[in-house]
Structure formats: structure tokens, C-alpha cells
């Protein structure tokens, strides 16, 4: 029976699109084959796409997934794989040059796989591209070398362990496909080690390994093979496999379960995960020692006393974090003043050496990553580079605790993938050892190993957690009860109290938690690797060295070619000029943390080969981009070593474990609050009394009957209160202002306010200022030139004082992600007030909402919603508990969730929205209102008032049609290139440059002017390009993710839409409402100019609706 995959519009888009780019005329064929080459995975992601829940690590796993489970042949599935090689030798050689029959041959392969996929026939016009041609094979394989030192490779096939007759050792047979050889056999054999006494004393289990964690279709790296026989090769003494090799564990991470000596105990893990950060003197120790020898390195000019009052003033809030008293403060400087002589005497005997602090390494070869403490590189023999590993405590051991020699052996590791050539020694600095602080730790080859293997068993729990099973936690706690390692107290207490909460859980709660832990686990696999969102390709962070410079381009992911201008040592700040030819659009922005690294020349890019250097942006411009670097000590040398540097995105993994820290908290929660959070309690409230009712009448004559019914209702809850706020209707500047000026004056209650993104919490900040005459705490990291630095944690330079300050204070607004390192702080959890909490996630909010008293949560759940990275189909739980609290879509924010159950049970008295908007002229808001809100209206006389931005009798066509309403749409001719149409772009930059023309002359042009949203990068790339300087500054030119939270009095819409296949992507499924639309048309106060292809846009509901809107109000 024909398995159907691909409905009529979708088919007909792909043919489309391949006689598009066989029929276009190219410069030449390399071209030809990039442009396929976007069309042909677009394509594998559609048929991946929400078919399974399963989580790919990268194309070739995902082609060979479609072979296995649609059944094609072995044939079939080789020359699938090889145009995905094909496309990718045209991406990274551009001298390839290949005939215009071999991209006829790919092209003929998609048309037919399109074919098996789908009803109907191929277009004619298609098949006679290549009728009567004669085509080349596809096929084609390497002949592989005696010996392999690596491999990456598919598993399509698994056999039982079989038992050798020799020493009891084991072996395993593996069917895989790999890149350059093609289906081959690989047999892992046990290996056992004897020492001179033969005496066997350790033995690599590779056969148990590989039977317990290497699973079908899973990518995997083998290293040191030799070839047994054509197509057949075996494993050696050195042998190692690493699983998922793109998904990079932490070396320190690994080096956890290592901690209570040997062997490692992978469990230690996920404690890791499901234990908040619960620090100590002790802990904070470590951390001072850390700031004080990079403080030195950076400059040796100054005595200790001066290092140790600069380190303490940056690590406040770690020491805050740490519980740390004043009073210990002297404590801390007498212990630690040893320890740096101890550093400052070994350190100082590397003169000849350039030292770099801190510095950042991955090995897409071993899976891992890491930060060094010291990079020492011997300025004459640079091959020559030596590793330093500071540690503050005592050594159990001799030369060093198993920990500590399993985190240098996966530096050791990651030096060796970055700088094959590579020798030099690795140590420990005991900073507390005065006869022997530094320790050689030697080759550390077993120990290699077994990080590599822990490595594995880490990779194996964590795909283990994203299936979101309650039975892994059963499994967890059965580990921990049975484990007989020696272990700390502290861990000790973090294993018990784990397990009491487990125990105590319900089994909703532990449904609850084990549920939202998959999906939080499964968006860190996809942020680190990829996945299937909407036929894009998503690479996730591994993009860093999987994509070449063309994809990277394409996805605004890169600037390169970048040359130094200055560098500030004193303040750690780098300006790169940027090239001239360069002029491109960027997704970058200020504030944006990212991957610095070296290149050797402007487009040759070897991420992997360098030591990488995290930055935030402090200024970006069309010409120059400057940096602030997260190092210390930074040799101005090693700078100027290279002419071109570049940037990327980085990954912070901290925010997903912060929000499985969450989940076990929540965890822990008292059974009546959990309730509540559930919705399976009603809130209450208290009366109203006359008094309290005159008492806001009085205070705030400024607002409306409805606004004091809110206000009323959101002081009066005991548990808690949605107020949806739609656009422009004053939530935060108006609401919200009032309820925490109330909050502040008249009651003694510890106010917390919370956003998800800094721009709202700044607003935030803004509101508040007079209310509480600036008596507030801003929460998280900040510079000193930062605009609320001076209501920061580190503005204090006394520790007594900033806890003195922080017990007086009674407002704190934070980001939720920087509250979860700064909740502790707040020794009164009253009231919370959360902020675009439509935005956010169960688990972003379950480990910090329900502490408080009460809560009051703020959003529009007719925005766009949380961002998920994941498929829909991922992100739905057939679970009936979940079900039952409104949870089969995951994907749901609290807001949603909380405000749908509330609804369903008529609970009419902790819900309410806002019903007055005061942005958008009533011209643009009448469709929103009356589509998508029902009831809202406008609040000003100015919305309602004639345009007379225009001259409606000037002699130019454009500027009298754009004067003629505040409401239109363009109809443009589609072309055939997808998600790019260059007659939209050049009318939005005609329209551009009229507009800024009038304010100029008006002498209003401002950032807030004009903007431009597109779905589509290409299409922002090609307006970009027709703009010059200053208009590039002034104007955004974005997607409607990145606009939301921001307003233009003039907004062009250019939606770029070339086939009625497209609009799958751009609309929602919802029959109620269309959140992007909403979100598009609610920027604009004065005017929305839409562009399009009228045909292909009414083939969407909402934009059908909208067309005849403007249509009508056009025409009246």
C-alpha cells in the first residue's frame, strides 16, 4: 500500500521547484547544485517532519531513517545519501564544477521520491528535463585504508553479544553506513590488560558498552580500526566509540561522576540536573581563587590585598549565592592569602609563555567540550602547550583525586582533536599544597578512556530523559539506594532529599515532572544539535563546525573577515572592523553572547582548530562590531597573531539545567500548592470593602472603572491573577506600574517582578523608577556602563552593605532566567508579578511562581506564544493525568494553560483582560478588535484621527497612493524563487526611502519611524542589500519573533510568498485566531502596508479574512 506523505500542494511545490532550478540560468553548475541543495533537505525535513518522535543527529541519520522505515532498497538508499554528499562537495569546493547531467540525476531521484510519497503524476514538463538522457551513477565509494584512526558511522544493525572462547571476553557485531565506504561491518571485541606479572588488571568492556548504549540509526565515532577484510573492520588494544559525537558534553560535567574515586558513576549526573546549586564558604573558596589568579595573570603589578578586594567586588553575587556571611569575609582573606603565593610561585616561572585564561575547546571527534583554567603556549616552540587545572582543596590522592585527572585527561582530549601536533605537559595546581602545589599528571591514557566511556552512559541518560518516562526516576532512585560508593555528606543529603521528594510525589507529580524534563531535555538536544522545525534546517549549536560558510551565511549566523581595530586590556574590549564587502544583514545585536575565534584567511573557517574565546556584543554597526571578552588574561600577541577573526552563536546550557533544577524543586512542593498550580483549586480572594474600594479611587484618579476593577482584583487574591493585556493596552506601563506603586506604599509585602526578555524587564525598571523613588534591586550581570548598573548587585562595593541593602529591600526585578541564581535572596516570597508570562514554559515558572504567597501573571495569549524548537508532535503528551490538567500540548505556556482551565470552570474572578488599547489606530486595530478580541477599542482621540503623514496631491504615484489609507496591501507578481521576491524588495525600498525622506523633512525620523517584517532571511538579506548605510542603522528589518514587544509608527509587510505550499508555514491550524498576524498587524500605530501575492495569500484563512478587511475599507 502506498504510504502518502506529502498532500497536492506540497508535491506540486516540490516539482515546481526543481524545474526552477534546472531551468534557471546559473554562472555555473556548483551554483546549480547549492540552489538543490537548500531544495533537497527543505525536502527530507518535510518527510521527517512530524512523522516520528525521534530525535536525528545530523542528515545522514536522517536520510537513513527514511530508507529503514519507508522501506527502499540498499541501492535507493546510497544514492540518497550521495546527492546529500554531492550537494555538500558543491558547498565546500567551489572549483567543483560538475556536469549539468549529474545535477540532472539528483533532481531526477527527489522527482521520483516525490512520486512515492505522494497521489497524482509527475508533471510532464519535468520528466522530459531528462528523457532520452543518458545519466551518470550516483553511487559511489572510497577504498578504505589497513588502518583507521576514525569513523563516523550510522547503526542500521545490532547483534547479541557473543561469548569468545578465550578469557572470558565478549564481542559484538555492527552493521553501519558510513560517508566514504558505504555499508560495512564493524566486530567490537573486549579487550583485557595484564601487567608484566601477567596479571590482568583492567579490561575495556567494548562489547557490553555497545550492547547496553548504541541504539539503530544513532551516529556513532569509532576510533583506531583496522580493516579484517573488504568492508569488514575490527576493533584494537586502543579502541574507543563515542555516541552522538556532535552532541558535546562538558568535560567538568563528565568529571562529576568521577568524584567519589573510581569507577565513575554516571547517576552522579542527573543529580547534577535535579539538584539546585546549594554552595558554601568552602565552594565560594574555589571560586575567589580562580578570579584572583586570573586577576594576577592579567596583571602581576599589583599585591594581594588589591587582587582579593577586586575579585570579591566581581563575585558578590556567588558569594551570596554561596551563603556566604559577612562576617567570614577576613576569614576568607586570611585562608586564601597562601594559596596565592602558592599560585603566584608557580605561575611565575612561565615567563616565556603567552597564558591565556579560561579559554574554550570542543572536539566534534570525542563529543566534548571544555573550559580550561590555563593555556600556557611556549612563545618560541608554539607546539609546545601546556594545561593548568587550579583546584583549592586537598588532594585525597597521589598525584591527584580521579576527578580531578579525568577532567585534564578530557583536556588532554580536546587539545589533542584541536592541535594534533601538540606536546607539552598537563597539571594540577593544588593551590593549597605549599611543598608540591603542581602536579604532572602524566599521558592519563586509561583515564581517557574512561571519561569517553562515561561520556557514553551520559549521552545514553540524557536521550533517556528526553522520552520523559517516570519509570527512569524509579530506576534513579533504585541506583542511589543501591549504590555502595563511599560519598560526601553533601551528596549524601542531595540523594535524600531526592528520593523523599520522590517518594512523597504523587503520580501526577512525578508524571508532571518526568514529562516536562523530556521536553526540556529534548530542546537542549536540539539547540545542541538540531532538528525538524517547519522544513528548515536547524543544526543547532554543532552548526558551529557541520555548516559551511555559504549555509552559515545564508542563516545570518556568521560574521568573518573581521579585522582587529583595538583592544582594551583594562577593560576587556576587542573592536573588529568589518569588511567593506560585508555589508549584509545580521541576526546579531547588542548584548548577544558569541563564539570568537581565529581564521586563516577571511573565508576559511576552522571553528574546530583554534581555541574559542566567548564574547558579549557591546556595539555592532555596518563597519565595526566591538566586543567584550569573558578572559582575563589575554596576550595582545595572540591577537595580532591572525588578520581575520570571526563570530558565531554560542550555546549556554545553564538555562536548561536552571529549569530542571526547577522541576525538582517544584518537586518538593507542599501537596495544597501543587494543587493550586495545577488548577485543581479555585483561587480565592478577599472582599472588597468600601474602604479599600475609596482608597484606590482616591490614590489613582487617572484610571478608568475597569482598570480599578482590575487592580482591585489583582491586590485582593490570595493565590493568584491573569490579566491578559492585549497590544498597546497599557499592562506594563500602566497595570503593572499601579499594582507594584500600591504594593510598595501601602502594604509592607517583599514585591518580585519578572519578565522573560531583558528589553521588558528594562521597561520594567523604567515604570517603577517613581513609584518606589528608585528603591528597587535590578537582578543579574550587568557592566558598569549598563543603564541600570547602578541598581545592580555590583554597585556595591561593600559586602556588608550589599547585604544590608538587599534585607532592606522590598522590590527586585530580574529576568526569570537570572532569578533562578538569585531567588534565594529573597527571604520574603509575598508577591510575585510576571510579565510577558505568555512567553513562558511550565518549566520555566513551576520552580519559582508557586513559592510565593500569591502571583500575578501577565500576558496575551493571543501573541506569539513560548518559543519551542522542537516538533508539535514532540511537544503532545497522550498521558490522561496531563491531559486532565490541560497539559496534552506541552508546548503551552502556564498562562494559557492556567487561564484555559479557568475558563472551563467558570472561575470568571481571576482572569480578566484589558479591553483599551492606546497604539494602533483604530483604522488598523477595527480588524484585530473584531477578529481576534472581540471587544477592544480605542483609549485616544489620536487614534482616531485623519493621516497627514503623506501629501495625498503629490506628484509622486507612490506617495499619493501610500497617503490614500492606513491600511494597504500591494498585490505583487510571484516569482519562482522560494521565500525571495525581488519586486517586494524593491518597492519596500522604494517605500523606505520616501518615508524616511518626509520625516527627515518633518524632522521626526527616528528609530521608531518605520520597520520592515519578513518571514523569510532571504528576503530581509535582499532589502538589506538595496539600502544604504544610514537606512540600514535606522530601520529593522526582522521576523515577527524578533518584533514582538516592539512598535513602529509605520510598519511594511513583505511577505514573500511564491507558492500556495508556503502557507502551511505561515499560518497557524487555529480557526480562532492567527498569533503572527495578530502580532504583525498590532506593530504598527499609524499605517500597515502589506506586499504580496493575493492568489497565494487567500489561500490562508486569517490572510483571506484580511485582504477582503482592507479590500472593503478601501473601497467604501
Known amino acids: 500500500m502506498k504510504i502518502i506523505l506529502l498532500n497536492e500542494l506540497e508535491s506540486v511545490y516540490y516539482y515546481d521547484q526543481i524545474n526552477y532550478v534546472l531551468t534557471k540560468n546559473e554562472i555555473n553548475e556548483n551554483i546549480r547544485l547549492r540552489n538543490f541543495n537548500n531544495l533537497y533537505l527543505g525536502f527530507i525535513n518535510q518527510l521527517t517532519e512530524q512523522r516520528e518522535k525521534q530525535i536525528f543527529s545530523g542528515w545522514f541519520a536522517k536520510i537513513n531513517f527514511l530508507v529503514q522505515a519507508y522501506n527502499f532498497s540498499k541501492e535507493e538508499g546510497e544514492i540518497l545519501q550521495s546527492i546529500r554528499r554531492l550537494c555538500r562537495k558543491a558547498l565546500t569546493q567551489k572549483k567543483f564544477i560538475p556536469e549539468k547531467e549529474l545535477v540532472i540525476a539528483c533532481a531526477k531521484v527527489m522527482a521520483n521520491t516525490i512520486a512515492r510519497f505522494s497521489e497524482g503524476n509527475m508533471p510532464e514538463k519535468l520528466e522530459k528535463l531528462w528523457e532520452n538522457k543518458t545519466l551518470p551513477t550516483l553511487i559511489y565509494t572510497e577504498i578504505p585504508e589497513a588502518q583507521i584512526k576514525g569513523l563516523l558511522a550510522t547503526i542500521t544493525e545490532k547483534s547479541p553479544i557473543e561469548k569468545l572462547e578465550t578469557q572470558n571476553l565478549k564481542q559484538i557485531h555492527l552493521q553501519c553506513d558510513t560517508e566514504n565506504f558505504g555499508i560495512i561491518k564493524i566486530t567490537l571485541t573486549d579487550v583485557a590488560f595484564y601487567n608484566q606479572k601477567g596479571e590482568n588488571f583492567r579490561t575495556n568492556f567494548l562489547s557490553t558498552e555497545c550492547h547496553l548504549y548504541v541504539k539503530k540509526y544513532q551516529t556513532v565515532y569509532f576510533t583506531h580500526l583496522e580493516k579484517l577484510e573488504e568492508n569488514h573492520f575490527v576493533s584494537t588494544r586502543n579502541t574507543s566509540f563515542v555516541i552522538h559525537a556532535d552532541y558535546l558534553i562538558d568535560v567538568t560535567k563528565i568529571a562529576l561522576c568521577g568524584k567519589e574515586d573510581f569507577p565513575a558513576f554516571p547517576y552522579f549526573y542527573i543529580l547534577d540536573k535535579i539538584t539546585s546549586f546549594n554552595g558554601s564558604i568552602h565552594t565560594f573558596r574555589g571560586t575567589l581563587a580562580n578570579e584572583i589568579l586570573d586577576k594576577y595573570l592579567a596583571d602581576n603589578t599589583q599585591n594581594y590585598d588589591h587582587y582579593f578586594k577586586e575579585s570579591l567586588q566581581e563575585k558578590q553575587a556567588d558569594a551570596l549565592s554561596?551563603?556566604?556571611?559577612?562576617?567570614?569575609?577576613?576569614?576568607?582573606?586570611?585562608?586564601?592569602?597562601?594559596?596565592?603565593?602558592?599560585?603566584?610561585?608557580?605561575?611565575?616561572?612561565?615567563?616565556?609563555?603567552?597564558?591565556?585564561?579560561?579559554?574554550?575547546?570542543?572536539?566534534?571527534?570525542?563529543?566534548?567540550?571544555?573550559?580550561?583554567?590555563?593555556?600556557?603556549?611556549?612563545?618560541?616552540?608554539?607546539?609546545?602547550?601546556?594545561?593548568?587545572?587550579?583546584?583549592?582543596?586537598?588532594?585525597?590522592?597521589?598525584?591527584?583525586?580521579?576527578?580531578?585527572?579525568?577532567?585534564?585527561?578530557?583536556?588532554?582530549?580536546?587539545?589533542?582533536?584541536?592541535?594534533?601536533?601538540?606536546?607539552?605537559?598537563?597539571?594540577?595546581?593544588?593551590?593549597?599544597?605549599?611543598?608540591?602545589?603542581?602536579?604532572?599528571?602524566?599521558?592519563?591514557?586509561f583515564d581517557a578512556q574512561d571519561l569517553l566511556r562515561t561520556r557514553n552512559q551520559i549521552v545514553y541518560l540524557d536521550w533517556e530523559i528526553s522520552q520523559g518516562n517516570v519509570e527512569l526516576y524509579d530506576k534513579v532512585v533504585d541506583k542511589f539506594k543501591k549504590s555502595n560508593k563511599k560519598i560526601s555528606k553533601y551528596t549524601q543529603l542531595d540523594i535524600e532529599n531526592f528520593v523523599t521528594k520522590w517518594k512523597n510525589a504523587s503520580l501526577l507529580d512525578k508524571v508532571y515532572f518526568a514529562s516536562l524534563m523530556g521536553l526540556v531535555q529534548r530542546e537542549l538536544i536540539t539547540a545542541k544539535i538540531g532538528g525538524n522545525l517547519l522544513s528548515e534546517s536547524a543544526s543547532g549549536f554543532s552548526g558551529l563546525w557541520r555548516n559551511t560558510l555559504h549555509e552559515k551565511k545564508n542563516n545570518f549566523a556568521i560574521l568573518y573577515g573581521l579585522e582587529l581595530e583595538k583592544y582594551k586590556a583594562d577593560h576587556s574590549e576587542i573592536t573588529f572592523l568589518r569588511p567593506l564587502d560585508q555589508k549584509q544583514a545580521t541576526a546579531f545585536r547588542k548584548n548577544d553572547i558569541v563564539m570568537l575565534y581565529p581564521c586563516k584567511e577571511i573565508e576559511e573557517l576552522a571553528p574546530t582548530q583554534y581555541q574559542l574565546l566567548k564574547a558579549n556584543i557591546q556595539s555592532i554597526t555596518s563597519t565595526k562590531i566591538t566586543l567584550k571578552i569573558w578572559h582575563k588574561a589575554m596576550p595582545e600577541a595572540f591577537l595580532e597573531e591572525f588578520k581575520y577573526w570571526a563570530i558565531e552563536p554560542t550555546l549556554l546550557e545553564q538555562s536548561y539545567t536552571a529549569q530542571m533544577n526547577a522541576l525538582s524543586d517544584f518537586l518538593g512542593l507542599h501537596h495544597t500548592k501543587k494543587q493550586i498550580w495545577y488548577g485543581k483549586t479555585k483561587p480565592t480572594f478577599v472582599i472588597e470593602t468600601k474602604e479599600f474600594r475609596q482608597q484606590l479611587v482616591e490614590n489613582y484618579k487617572n484610571l478608568s472603572e475597569e482598570q480599578l476593577d482590575i487592580l482591585s482584583k489583582t491586590l485582593r487574591t490570595q493565590n493568584y491573577f491573569l490579566l491578559q493585556g492585549p497590544p498597546g493596552t497599557g499592562k506594563t506601563s500602566q497595570m503593572l506600574r499601579t499594582i507594584t506603586d500600591y504594593l510598595y506604599n501601602y502594604t509592607r509585602e517583599t514585591i518580585v517582578l519578572l519578565a522573560f526578555t531583558n528589553r521588558a524587564t528594562d521597561e520594567i525598571c523604567q515604570k517603577i523608577e517613581k513609584s518606589c523613588s528608585g528603591n528597587y534591586l535590578r537582578l543579574g550581570t550587568f557592566d558598569n556602563n549598563a543603564e541600570f548598573y547602578n541598581k545592580s548587585l555590583l554597585s556595591e562595593n561593600n559586602f556588608e552593605k550589599l547585604i544590608e541593602k538587599i534585607n532592606n529591600t522590598r522590590i527586585f526585578v530580574s529576568t526569570v532566567s537570572s532569578f533562578f541564581k538569585y531567588a534565594h535572596l529573597v527571604k520574603n516570597k509575598d508577591i510575585l508579578i510576571v510579565d510577558e508570562a505568555s512567553q513562558l514554559l511550565e518549566p520555566m515558572l513551576c520552580g519559582i511562581a508557586p513559592f510565593f504567597e500569591r502571583f500575578i501573571m501577565i500576558g496575551d495569549e493571543k501573541q506569539l506564544p513560548a518559543v519551542v524548537t522542537q516538533s508539535h508532535l514532540q511537544c503532545e503528551s497522550d498521558n490522561d493525568l496531563m491531559k486532565n490538567i490541560g497539559l496534552e500540548d506541552m508546548s503551552l505556556s502556564v498562562f494559557e494553560r492556567l487561564l484555559h482551565n479557568a475558563q472551563k470552570n467558570n472561575w470568571n474572578d481571576c482572569y480578566t483582560m484589558l479591553s483599551t488599547q492606546f497604539r494602533t489606530h483604530q483604522d488598523i486595530a477595527a480588524f484585530i478588535s473584531k477578529e481576534f478580541y472581540k471587544t477592544l477599542k480605542a483609549g485616544s482621540e489620536k487614534q482616531k484621527e485623519k493621516f497627514n503623514f503623506y501629501n495625498p496631491n503629490s506628484n509622486i504615484a507612490l506617495e499619493k497612493k501610500m497617503a490614500s489609507s492606513r491600511v494597504l496591501f500591494f498585490d505583487i507578481e510571484k516569482e519562482e524563487t522560494p521565500k525571495l521576491n525581488r519586486k517586494e524588495a524593491q518597492q519596500i525600498a522604494e517605500m523606505l526611502y520616501l518615508i524616511s525622506d518626509i520625516a527627515k523633512q518633518k524632522g521626526t525620523f527616528t528609530h521608531e519611524t518605520v520597520g520592515v517584517i519578513t518571514p523569510y532571511r532571504a528576503q530581509i538579506a535582499e532589502i538589506y542589500t538595496l539600502l544604504d548605510d544610514e537606512l540600514r542603522e535606522m530601520i529593522t528589518i526582522d521576523t515577527v519573533e524578533r518584533y514582538q514587544g516592539s512598535e513602529r509608527d509605520i510598519i511594511l509587510v513583505s511577505m514573500a510568498v511564491n507558492h500556495p505550499a508556503q502557507m502551511k508555514n505561515l499560518q497557524g491550524n487555529n480557526k480562532e485566531i492567527d498569533k503572527k498576524l495578530n502580532v504583525v498587524l498590532s506593530r504598527a500605530k499609524e499605517q500597515i502596508i502589506m506586499l504580496g501575492n493575493a492568489t497565494i495569500l487567500k489561500e490562508g484563512f486569517w490572510y483571506d479574512r484580511f485582504l477582503k478587511f482592507v479590500e472593503e475599507k478601501n473601497t467604501k
Request: aromatic share 8%; hydrophobic share 30%.
Open 322 to 445: 554561596s551563603h556566604v556571611q559577612a562576617g567570614e569575609i577576613t576569614t576568607l582573606y586570611n585562608n586564601l592569602q597562601p594559596h596565592f603565593s602558592n599560585m603566584k610561585k608557580v605561575m611565575d616561572n612561565y615567563d616565556n609563555f603567552y597564558i591565556l585564561t579560561e579559554p574554550t575547546f570542543i572536539s566534534s571527534v570525542y563529543g566534548l567540550q571544555g573550559r580550561l583554567d590555563i593555556l600556557l603556549t611556549d612563545i618560541q616552540h608554539s607546539q609546545r602547550k601546556d594545561i593548568i587545572e587550579l583546584k583549592s582543596g586537598t588532594p585525597k590522592r597521589i598525584p591527584a583525586n580521579y576527578d580531578h585527572l579525568l577532567q585534564v585527561a578530557g583536556y588532554n582530549l580536546l587539545l589533542e582533536t584541536t592541535f594534533p601536533d601538540r606536546n607539552g605537559v598537563s597539571s594540577i595546581l593544588y593551590s593549597s599544597d605549599e611543598e608540591t602545589p603542581l602536579r604532572d599528571c602524566g599521558s592519563l591514557e
